[in-house]
């Protein structure tokens, strides 16, 4: 079978020249006429963006409805949004907007940040780069996963799902090659929550499932 390629990747990130938000409304119309790649970037690829805590939410948008403006009942509205349900970037911003709309609905005063507290809406590019190393069996994928880097995680198992004409992780891809050898590990693989775990939880959630794979595997060869 033709081995799995990891491959590795970087943000090069920059403003996306819009005017920040100062509170809901304003954060519903910036999102409006947003870009696509300024929605993307708030919801997946800001995963890759180093942080120095641990953040509630998944998405910048509600940690910073969270943090700044504290209205709680709209950050977990907009925190449980899994943005890889929806088909395109489209879909998302209209689902973003029907909660920001139905939460002004619901206040009378419409509180604002200072300055110094507003969101800025920012936009990535990615650089993809191959590693040179590879994964020639299954059977040494835990071991490869354990050694990859955020970014490596990131490409593989996230970026793909947008990438991939059938909407998946590469490993899966990778995986589907061997027949039905691997028929567990690929079912495996799509109960994994991704969607509210770090890239470093994610890559040790990949690793003890295929981990589990591997020991059954060698329990039904004994």
């Not at 690829?45 to 180093?50: K, R």
């Not at 805590?53 to 943090?67: E, I, L």
């Not at 206040?107 to 200072?114: E, H, K, N, Q």
Request: with cysteine; charged share 30%.
């Amino acid at each position: 079978m033709k081995p799995f390629q990891v491959k590795d990747c970087i943000l090069l990130s920059k403003m996306s020249g819009m005017m920040p938000a100062f509170n809901i409304r304003d954060l519903r119309d910036r999102i409006a006429n947003s870009s696509p790649q300024v929605i993307y970037h708030h919801f997946c690829e800001n995963l890759l963006v180093p942080v120095f805590d641990y953040p509630d939410f998944r998405n910048d948008f509600a940690v910073w409805v969270k943090r700044q403006l504290e209205d709680n009942v709209l950050a977990e509205r907009l925190g449980i949004i899994d943005p890889y349900l929806y088909k395109n970037m489209d879909e998302l911003r209209c689902e973003v907007m029907d909660i920001l709309d139905e939460r002004l609905n619901e206040l009378i005063d419409i509180p604002s940040v200072p300055l110094g507290h507003e969101f800025y809406f920012r936009e990535a590019i990615t650089v993809v780069f191959d590693t040179g190393k590879k994964i020639k069996d299954p059977g040494e994928m835990a071991d490869a996963v354990d050694r990859m880097t955020n970014g490596s995680v990131y490409f593989h198992f996230l970026e793909a799902r947008r990438r991939t004409p059938a909407g998946t992780d590469d490993f899966t891809l990778w995986l589907q090659d061997f027949k039905d050898q691997w028929n567990d590990l690929l079912q495996d693989l799509k109960t994994i929550d991704f969607v509210f775990y770090s890239l470093g939880e994610l890559r040790q959630e990949i690793s003890r499932t295929v981990k589990a794979a591997i020991g059954r595997r060698e329990q039904n060869v004994l």
